[in-house]
């Protein structure tokens, strides 16, 4: 824990440091920035996962999330409604108790799209139209 205190301090440093050469002493950090600090420090040592008992996702939308059901722990997808504060977890599922949470990850996207006719489909083609084409 001493570790995450020191990644901390260190963050308020060069952010009360960094806006126009002012000192750390004649700077006042925003709520903003210290909490993006402490963010972006939490997940570095919790690996993104957020615990729920912290806070909430601020957006519906659906996450990964840590349940517990009779202390067995999944790793699933559930839709949050913030207005609610509540997780939607379908079927058998709905009894799990959410502990955590991270948003999705961004989608893959390849370097470039293959838009030819993959081969098989060419063969397939003429397999089916017995060469007619």
């Known amino acids: ?7 901390i301090k260190q963050r308020i440093t060069i952010a ?15 709520e903003s920035e210290l909490k993006d600090i402490l963010e ?8 993104g996962w957020i615990p729920c008992s912290e806070r909430l996702p601020e ?8 349940a517990i059901e009779n202390h067995i722990v999944h790793v699933t997808f559930a839709k949050f409604m913030p207005r609610m504060k509540k ?9 799990w108790k959410v502990t955590a949470w991270t948003p ?15 081969e ?3 063969r397939m083609m003429q397999t089916f139209l017995g060469g007619r084409r």
């Open 59 to 66: 957006e519906s939308g659906t996450y990964i999330v840590n």
């Open 87 to 95: 997780w939607n977890l379908t079927g058998s599922r709905s009894y």
């Open 120 to 122: 098989w489909k060419d």
């Open 1 to 7: 824990m001493q570790e995450v205190f020191e990644k």
């Open 16 to 30: 009360a440091t960094e806006a126009c050469g002012y000192s750390a002493l004649t700077r006042v950090i925003s």
């Open 40 to 47: 972006s420090t939490y997940s570095e040592f919790n690996d």
């Open 104 to 118: 999705l990850p961004e989608p893959y996207k390849p370097d470039s799209v293959d838009t030819e006719k993959p």
